[in-house]
Nanobody, 116 residues
Framework: QVHLVESGGGLVQAGGSLRLSCAASGIAFSINAMGWYRQAPGKLRELVAVITSGGSTNYADSVKGRFTISKDDAKKTVYLQMNSLKPEDTAAYYC??????????WGQGTQVTVSS
């Protein structure tokens, strides 16, 4: 059974930093890509960042220069370092994992709230 465990969310003031993590277990084969999505109340879910098995990355324009996605292949864990946080970053953040030989999976979500 695939299990994604997210952690690192919380309440911070504008300008602060948080580091999200998502550890994948129960995946028998290699992971093709890992990423982060977010959804704020009343808004659509949007892609924040993605990293492939080869290490290439892509970011939403709204977070470029502030967020950094990284991974630890041995731990099958993806991270999202969030710096210079803004109130508009407030959302539930969801980990997304795409194995090379299976369907995709989602984490339970972790809440990030940025106060002004």
């Amino acid at each position: 059974q695939v299990h994604l465990v997210e952690s690192g969310g919380g309440l911070v003031q504008a300008g602060g930093s948080l580091r999200l993590s998502c550890a994948a277990s129960g995946i028998a084969f290699s992971i093709n890509a890992m990423g982060w999505y977010r959804q704020a109340p009343g808004k659509l879910r949007e892609l924040v960042a993605v990293i492939t098995s080869g290490g290439s990355t892509n970011y939403a324009d709204s977070v470029k220069g502030r967020f950094t996605i990284s991974k630890d292949d041995a731990k099958k864990t993806v991270y999202l370092q969030m710096n210079s946080l803004k109130p508009e970053d407030t959302a539930a953040y969801y980990c997304h994992v795409v194995p090379s030989t299976s369907s995709d999976y989602w984490g339970q979500g972790t809440q990030v709230t940025v106060s002004s």
